[in-house]
């Protein structure tokens, strides 16, 4: 496939795949549960849509897919702050497995798919990926309540030692914990399904 095609192709997933999690997020934003003073969602599906289109499209593609939905999360989301964390969040998981793959030396014409599929692989990037993503969102959710929670009605700014350490180890099991949704759901959609080789993008 000549690499101009293959580009308009990403961006077209991308742009589909980002109008797609646009519609889902006016659906499911207004009635999922948020931990009250924090502003977290306690499930959000948006975030599975932008890994599926980069699993199937590749990072181009889920790049411009985050972008696009997370514009989109700002007409829908009640925190005003959210599409950000949610971008910084689900980045890592579309950029970290990138940079590791691009280090495997692969012949020319070789697809980086198929080695992300391998079980092994998806787990080793996946676990790089989402460490990463823990220290973006602990370092963010310090800053967002040391300089930006009086700026919310609906952000407690903490008081105490422990409170701090209450956000810390939140933010750490709330993103392992839907770093492993956006990781796992995907996977299972796009590879279990062989939506990946219907396509065979990247």
Known sequence: MAKRTLL???IAGGA???ALSIVVSAFTTPIIPRFPGWGMAIFDPVSIIWMICFLIFGPVAGILCCLIGSFGLLLFDPTGIGPLFKLMATIPLVIVPTIILKLYKRKEGELNSPKLKA????AFTGIIALSVRIAIMIGANLIFFIFFANLFEW????GTT???MLIIIFA??????????DLIIPYLVVYK???DEKFEIW
């Open 8 to 10: 308009t192709l990403q």
């Open 172 to 181: 750490i099991i709330v993103n392992v914990y839907q770093g492993a949704l």
């Open 155 to 158: 952000a407690e700014t903490p």
């Open 162 to 164: 422990e409170a701090w």
């Open 16 to 18: 589909i795949f980002g």
């Open 193 to 195: 399904t062989k939506l």
């Open 119 to 122: 079980p092994k692989n998806y």
